[in-house]
Structures are given as C-alpha cells and as structure tokens.
C-alpha cells in the first residue's frame, strides 16, 4: 500500500466517522425539536454547522487524492460505500427533521388561531337591542 493510499483510507475512515457523528446529532436534533428545547437546539446546531463545514474540507481532500488514484482497494471502496450509506441516511433524517419543523410552525399557526378567536369571543359586548356586537380592539379595529 502505497503512502497516498494510506492517506486516502484514513480519509476516507475519518470521513465515515464524521458522517456518523452527523448521523447522531440528527437524531438528537428531532428530539430536541419534539421537545422545544430552543436554547440547547441552537447551541447543537453551531456544532452541526462545525461539523458539517469539516466534512464538506474533509470531502473535497479526498475528491482531489481519488482523482490522482488510478484504482481504489477494496477497503477504500467499502469506505466509499460505506460512506455514502450514511450520508443518505443524513439526507432521510434531515427530511424527517424539516418535517417536525414544518408541523411545529403549523401547530403554532393553528394555536395563535385559536387564541385570537378567545380573544375575539372575549370582546364581545351587546347593542341595545340585545344582539351580539364585536367590541373594538385599539384604535379603530373591531373584532
């Protein structure tokens, strides 16, 4: 095995490790978009940022030492294989992770919904006639 060949596995090793790592923090990700824990999400994710910034280097060092390679091992090709096996399991899980987003913003949506109506039922009052009359709401807006 050659010195660039060497370079290459421990590349492409490193790489695999680095996807796995994404591969857990997505997961933990979903869980803490399922459990609205804002302030820890966004400290996980600047590491996700970190580390997706040294995978896309990592990545690109490797696409230059295959380009001068004339044929890979058998074991850089299990790494290879390897490595996009994780990285389509990182897309997959990124799906499902906008998705929670996704229903989250509509859970949101449909709540302050629901709370205006409260509000607009709250406010309103009665004409002298006795029917139901929206009370106003600030200045000029009525419900």
Known sequence: MTEQNSNLTQALTKQVEQLGALVAM????????????????????????????????LDGNIERMIASETMLSEE???????????????????QINQKAVEQGQLRLTHLRNL?????????????????????????????
């Open 26 to 57: 997505l997961e933990k990700e979903l869980q803490l978009i399922s459990s609205r824990e804002a302030e820890t999400l966004m400290r996980l994710l600047e590491e996700k940022t970190t580390l997706l910034e040294a995978i896309q280097t």
């Open 76 to 94: 850089e090709e299990a790494l290879m294989q390897q490595a996009k096996s994780l990285l389509e399991d990182c897309k997959y899980r990124t």
């Open 115 to 143: 709370m205006m109506e409260v509000r607009a039922k709250e406010s309103l009052t009665y004409d002298k006639k006795g029917k139901p009359k929206g009370g106003t709401l600030g200045s000029g807006v009525s419900a």
